[in-house]
Structure formats: structure tokens, C-alpha cells
């Protein structure tokens, strides 16, 4: 597959910021407490069915320590129209525990200590970031993966390959595209029946309509 020039690159960046300007998460969250455990539970799942999963959740346990001491049998509960609800919950209580012990109940924003916490890849850790501090990071999920290939932004085979060209390639307003990505992909540029049409600003620049998914 071709890849975009130096040229369309910068355009392509141009009309994401144009149209994404002040684009944010779709998951609900009032604190850095929330939006990690969010964040968590939206792997793999849909930030609108973690929306429908966490007001409960954080009714039950509003904060680190309150999630720290709960039963790991009621959080499955509570999560359980999640994917992968058993793990997930065992992971928000590893990483409730590790928060209170080792960073006094504070959640660190700072990657390398974000990692070490139950449940928290790369990925999870710059959505975090970028969500919260606007972080020039790139994170890719399935979304952001599909858009760079079908923009020839990236040719790699991974999520963590292709995040490393799209910040080199873009080098700045990352975390404006990082979100311009994500929505652009689950609004218009679909894995089945992309809006090429009818709503898409970027058909001048489209390499393929092929549905790309990770190694």
C-alpha cells in the first residue's frame, strides 16, 4: 500500500484539527479516578457501554480506597455486560490497592508509573495522559490503527508499531489527533460501511477501503 507524502501528511493533520478541534473522550468521568477506571473498562468495549456500567460502579466506590477495600465479587457484579468483567475487575482492585500503597492514594501521571499499575498498558496510560494533562501522545486502538492505514499514515503490523510512525510523522497536537482518529474512525470512516460518501473530508487522501485489524 502507497503511504502518504510529506505533503498530504500535513494536510491530513490540517483538516483532523480543523475538524476536531476541541474533540474528548465519550466516556464520563468527573475525576482522575474515574477516568482511569474507565479507561480500563473501555478496552475491548464500547465507551457507551462503559457509560451505562460506571455510575453505579462509582456510587458503590467513589474513590481509590473505597475500590481498594471492595468485594471482588460485587465489582464482577456491577461490571459483568463488560467484556472480560472478570478480569477487568480483578485488574481496578490491583490497581486501587497499588495506588494507595505506593503513590499514598494518588494516581501518578507519568507513564512509566502508570504502567506498573494493574491493568494499565501503554495504551490505557496515554489515553490517560492525553485525556487528562493533553499530553502530546499518540494511543491507537482499533480505530486510530484502521484510519492510519486507510490514510497511508502507517504500514506497521502492531498498535505499539503504529503509534511509534504516527509520532514521528505528526510530531505535534498529538493528543487534538489522537481523539480526531478515534472519532473520525467510529463515526465515518467504519470498519463496515464507511461513510465515504456521504460525510467523509478525507476521500482525496484514502488509500483503501480495506477493514485493517492488528497483528
Avoid: W
Avoid at 482511569?36 to 464500547?46: E, H, P
Avoid at 465489582?75 to 485488574?91: D, E, L, R
Avoid at 486507510?150 to 489522537?178: F, M, Q, V, W, Y
Wanted: proline share 2%; hydrophobic share 40%.
Amino acid at each position: 500500500m502507497k503511504l502518504s507524502t510529506k505533503k498530504e501528511i500535513e494536510q491530513i493533520k490540517a483538516l483532523f484539527i480543523q475538524n476536531y478541534t476541541d474533540a474528548v473522550t465519550e466516556l464520563t468521568y468527573s475525576n482522575l479516578y474515574e477516568l482511569i477506571t474507565s479507561v480500563m473498562l473501555s478496552a475491548q468495549c464500547t465507551d457507551k457501554r462503559v457509560n451505562i456500567i460506571t455510575p453505579a460502579l462509582f456510587k458503590k466506590y467513589p474513590n481509590i480506597k473505597k475500590l481498594a477495600n471492595a468485594d471482588i465479587d460485587d465489582v464482577k457484579n456491577i461490571i459483568k455486560s463488560c467484556s472480560f468483567f472478570n478480569n477487568k475487575a480483578i485488574n481496578l482492585i490491583k490497581m486501587a490497592k497499588r495506588v494507595l500503597e505506593h503513590y499514598n492514594g494518588q494516581i501518578p501521571l507519568d507513564e512509566k508509573e502508570l504502567i506498573t499499575l494493574a491493568g494499565v498498558g501503554q495504551k490505557t496510560a496515554h489515553v490517560v495522559m492525553i485525556e487528562y494533562t493533553g499530553a502530546n501522545l499518540m494511543a491507537v486502538d482499533t480505530h486510530v490503527f484502521r484510519v492510519a492505514h486507510r490514510l497511508g499514515l502507517s504500514n506497521a503490523k502492531t498498535p505499539i508499531s503504529t503509534e511509534e510512525e504516527l509520532t514521528k510523522k505528526l510530531k505535534t497536537d498529538l493528543h487534538t489527533l489522537h481523539q480526531a482518529m478515534v472519532l473520525f474512525g467510529r463515526y465515518i470512516c467504519k470498519a463496515i460501511n464507511p461513510k465515504c460518501e456521504s460525510e467523509c473530508f478525507m476521500n482525496e487522501y484514502c488509500k483503501t477501503k480495506k477493514s485493517f485489524k492488528a497483528n
